[in-house]
């Protein structure tokens, strides 16, 4: 899926954890990360060079509903993630 989608939705997954979050706001995000971890798509993921945008299109449009909770500490805790999974030459490559 690419190392961008995936510190994006490590993100909106620890918006969820914002008690300060409203309901329909992590309602969206966790309908947007189940899309994205199914293996049912609209463009199946094996398709070559399109096969994630589907997901890409449903994270970011998550990520636009989601905008106002993501901060530094949630930029963070995501890059904290990604360290621990992929390390330290990973986060690099982030924006």
Do not use: W
């Not at 530094?72 to 993630?81: C, L």
């Not at 992929?86 to 490559?93: I, K, L, N, Q, T």
């Amino acid at each position: 899926a690419g190392l961008t989608l995936i510190y994006k939705a490590l993100q909106l997954y620890y918006v969820t954890e914002n008690p300060n979050c409203p309901m329909k706001i992590k309602a969206a995000i966790f309908a947007a990360l189940g899309y994205f971890i199914s293996p049912i798509d609209l463009i199946p993921d094996i398709t070559p060079i399109i096969g994630f945008t589907d997901d890409a299109a449903v994270i970011a449009g998550a990520m636009a509903i989601a905008h106002l909770y993501i901060n530094d500490e949630i930029k963070n805790k995501a890059k904290d993630t990604i360290r621990k999974i992929f390390g330290d030459s990973a986060v690099a490559e982030l924006n």
